[in-house]
């Protein structure tokens, strides 16, 4: 469970707990469902109540947001998981290269779901896995994921509205001319595959601002910037200027130096707490395993 609550006052009085709901505390239309699916999911004073009731000023409104299940396609297992924030509303990992986000064919039990869904069973807390801003199997780094369908839904905003912002390192091949730039090219899907993306003049906007930091053995150090979040969209955009991520196998070539992932780091996340606003920043350093790809280190 997770409450929210809303003590009504001079200005609240009077209104329908379904406007409340929405106007006050924010709750979707979906949301509201939600909590009315829930035996005492809204409550006045303690009591449940149907969201055409009327609230008094001085009665307290809360309601339940949190997930009523959990995600009963993924099984919790226990494993590697580095948190680096959590609240009740929301956790942000540090993931490592390599290790897949979701459950697929050949992957069933050594997923950042599987783990995280571990963690919530070992805290008692009824959970579905709910990933903000998702990570390829090969990238490592910051990663957002709410704690219930609430809190998803005002991160999802932010992410749509630019004010949940991410920032990356990468190493790739060659150095992009010029060394400051906005990659501006839309993405599609690239014909007859499932996977791989490409340019097409036909695909979604997408925008990423990049700035090459250091070079070394023919390879470039560079920070990124996303303004959309395109599939791919980093991995598209470098291999479209010529500098594929280093032992990225679908849009350049693997490498023995980087087994099981490419060089794409998520190092910087800006979000505001869903419930309260306040305001939350991590950062994550390369890892040595990227730094290295330069020399010298």
């Known amino acids: 469970m997770r409450w929210l609550t809303l003590p009504i006052g001079a200005d609240q009085a009077g209104k329908p707990v379904s406007t409340l709901l929405r106007r006050e505390l924010g709750l979707s239309a979906a949301g509201v469902r939600r909590a009315k699916a829930l035996p005492g999911g809204i ?3 303690g009591a449940p109540v149907f969201t055409n009731a009327v ?15 959990g995600s009963e396609q993924i099984a919790p297992v226990p494993g590697p998981l580095t948190i680096v924030y959590e609240d009740q509303d929301l956790v942000i990992l540090d993931k490592a290269g390599g290790v897949p986000v979701h459950p697929s064919q050949g992957h069933h039990g050594d997923t950042l779901a599987n783990f995280l869904l571990a963690h919530y069973r070992d805290q008692g807390l009824t959970a579905a896995f709910h990933p903000v801003n998702r990570l390829d199997r090969g990238t490592s780094g910051l990663m957002a994921v709410a704690k219930h369908a609430h809190a998803h839904e005002g991160l999802q905003r932010q992410l749509q509205e630019g004010t949940l ?14 060394r400051r730039g906005c990659v501006e090219a839309p993405i599609a899907r690239a014909p007859g595959s499932v996977l791989k993306r490409e340019v097409n003049p036909q695909g979604a906007p997408a925008r990423t601002h990049y ?3 250091a070079t070394g053995r023919g390879r ?13 969209q ?19 070539a693997e490498t023995e130096e980087l087994p099981d992932r490419f060089a794409l780091h998520s190092a910087a996340i800006w979000l505001r707490q869903p419930i309260t606003g306040e305001g939350i920043v991590r950062r994550s350093p390369l890892p040595e395993a990227l730094a290295g790809l330069l020399g010298g280190r």
């Open 43 to 45: 409550l006045l004073d």
């Open 55 to 69: 609230a008094r000023q001085g009665q307290v409104l809360a309601v339940d947001v949190g997930d009523a299940a």
């Open 165 to 178: 912002r991410r920032a990356y390192l990468a190493v790739c091949e060659g150095v992009p001319v010029p």
């Open 211 to 213: 700035e090459v930091l």
């Open 220 to 232: 470039s150090l560079v920070a990124l910037r996303l303004d959309t979040g395109r599939t791919h």
């Open 234 to 252: 980093i991995r598209v955009h470098l291999a479209h200027l010529g500098c594929p991520l280093v032992g990225d196998f679908l849009y350049g």
